[in-house]
């Protein structure tokens, strides 16, 4: 009775610890509140999990990138994923999440993976829209290149002749993408939205490409507006 008794809190750490886990590597930059609020747990629950995943080195810590104007006190602390815990979280989560969205396909029709890919990045548009607004004076490509690397993209941005080529030198769910291009489909929809820009995906690590790439062309100047004759002399030409 005694062992199934400290088993039982054991079993329910192992996977809380794991929702964690999944979540920064979801959010990438996450406050330990966040964590909190997100999975319904106390404060200090989350706390004692993060220590332990640091302990392991699956994930670290560093000050949270500011956007607009920046807070009076000492700035947040956040918690990243660690190339190990990368590494850790891909091996655990790449299979269950492969048979996932086949066994969605199977039973709701080939277009399902594709609405669950536009649901799950409608929700990652909305977070990046808010923290677009809430800095109107830099780019919106620059800051999101900015909110990229802080989910762990690994984000740069590089001019060319026709615009900018934005890159992801790394993608968490390169694997799955693999086997569901939709979710690379829906990124790109949801970056376009962002941007207001037609763009084009050049490159993705899901296919073998040693970076994602997408193209950001300049804005399209607008056409000469014809000019408008007075009335009179139409009238004048008329006659």
Do not use: W
Not at 83 to 104: E, M, S
Not at 126 to 140: D, I, M, S, V
Not at 160 to 180: D, K, M
Not at 227 to 232: D, L, T
Request: charged letters at 25%; a neutral charge.
């Amino acid at each position: 009775m005694v062992s199934e008794a400290v088993a039982a809190p054991a079993a329910d750490d192992a996977g809380t610890r794991e929702r964690v886990m999944a979540l920064i590597m979801e959010r990438g930059a996450t406050t330990a509140a966040d964590v909190a609020s997100a999975l319904a747990i106390t404060p200090a629950a989350v706390r004692r999990h993060l220590s332990a995943l640091a302990r392991k080195g699956l994930v670290a810590t560093r000050e949270r990138r500011a956007y607009g104007a920046r807070e009076r006190g000492r700035p947040a602390k956040v918690y990243v994923p660690t190339d190990a815990g990368r590494n850790d979280f891909v091996h655990t989560y790449d299979a269950l999440a492969i048979d996932l969205l086949d066994y969605l396909r199977q039973q709701a029709g080939p277009d399902a993976v594709g609405e669950f890919a536009r649901a799950r990045y409608a929700g990652v548009e909305r977070r990046y829209r808010e923290a677009l607004e809430a800095q109107p004076g830099a780019t919106p490509l620059e800051v999101l290149t900015g909110l990229l690397s802080d989910d762990g993209f690994m984000a740069s941005l590089h001019p060319v002749r026709s615009g900018h080529q934005l890159c992801q030198h790394h993608c968490p769910v390169a694997h799955v993408a693999a086997r569901f291009p939709e979710l690379c489909v829906a990124e790109a929809e949801a970056f376009g939205r962002l941007l207001g820009s037609h763009v084009q995906r050049l490159a993705t690590i899901a296919h073998g490409d040693g970076v994602c790439t997408l193209h950001v062309p300049h804005p399209v100047a607008s056409p000469p507006q014809r000019p408008e004759y007075p009335e009179h002399h139409q009238e004048k030409e008329s006659a």
